[in-house]
Nanobody
């Protein structure tokens, strides 16, 4: 059972930056595709970014492309989401997720077996 703990959320002004971290409890983390999703009240959880097990392939939602960067450190069992040029519409609870298997890139929630508890990002305009 992989446990994921997100951190780094908070309140930031529009145009600012935040870096989210997601620490995994197991070394098997290095085999898994990781993803970031976000959710606002009353809306479906949506895909933000994904990265493959080795870190050499990633993909992004169109809404964050060019502003957000996903990366991972398999030695530290941690995945990151660097968020730049933040906008008010980026306000959401952000969740990291792990597939639990070696995989390509995961765009769908159904690809992921393990989820963190979420960290809130609030962007003020």
């Amino acid at each position: 059972q992989v446990q994921l703990v997100e951190s780094g959320g908070g309140l930031v002004q529009a145009g600012g930056s935040l870096r989210l971290s997601c620490a995994a409890s197991e070394r098997t983390f290095s085999r898994y595709t990781m993803g970031w999703f976000r959710q606002t009240p009353g809306k479906e959880r949506e895909f933000v970014a994904t990265i493959n097990w080795s870190g050499d392939s990633s993909a992004y939602a169109n809404s964050v492309k060019g502003r957000f960067t996903i990366s991972r450190d398999n030695v530290k069992n941690t995945v990151y989401l660097q968020m730049n040029s933040l906008r008010s519409e980026d306000t959401a609870a952000y969740y990291c997720a792990a597939t639990g298997v070696t995989y390509g890139l995961g765009y769908s929630q159904s690809s992921y077996a393990y989820w963190g508890q979420g960290t809130q990002v609030t962007v003020s305009s």
